[in-house]
């Protein structure tokens, strides 16, 4: 089993900047993908990005392409989405997520899940 913690949501005004974390412990070996997706009441989970087990590999879905940056420290099983330019549509329960067997950007896909962190973006 992996267990995912997230840290670092907020309210925030619009135009800031949040750090998300995630940091992954238990059989952290069998990861090779990380993403960080993110939902709304009423709505399906969406995704938000990825990265590959040596950070070779990273994309980020079209909403969020060159505001956003995720980035995974392996050493420490720790994954990082940088938020820039923060919009109110932004506002979400962001979740990390752990792959083992590929890159995805289907929730369905994704072994592992942490308990989400609020991210608030005000106008």
């Known amino acids: 089993q992996v267990q995912l913690v997230e840290s670092g949501g907020g309210l925030v005004q619009a135009g800031s900047s949040l750090t998300l974390s995630c940091v992954a412990s238990g059989r952290t070996s069998s990861v090779y993908a990380m993403g960080w997706f993110r939902q709304v009441p009423g709505k399906e989970r969406e995704f938000v990005a990825y990265?590959?087990?040596?950070?070779?590999?990273?994309f980020h879905a079209p909403s969020v392409k060159g505001r956003f940056t995720i980035s995974r420290d392996y050493a420490k099983n720790n994954v990082y989405l940088q938020m820039n330019s923060l919009k109110p549509e932004d506002t979400a329960v962001y979740y990390c997520a752990a792959n083992k067997v590929i890159p995805s950007v289907t929730a369905h896909d994704y072994d592992y899940w942490g308990q989400g962190t609020q991210v608030a973006v005000s106008s």
């Open positions: 990265i590959d087990r040596i950070g070779a590999s990273t």
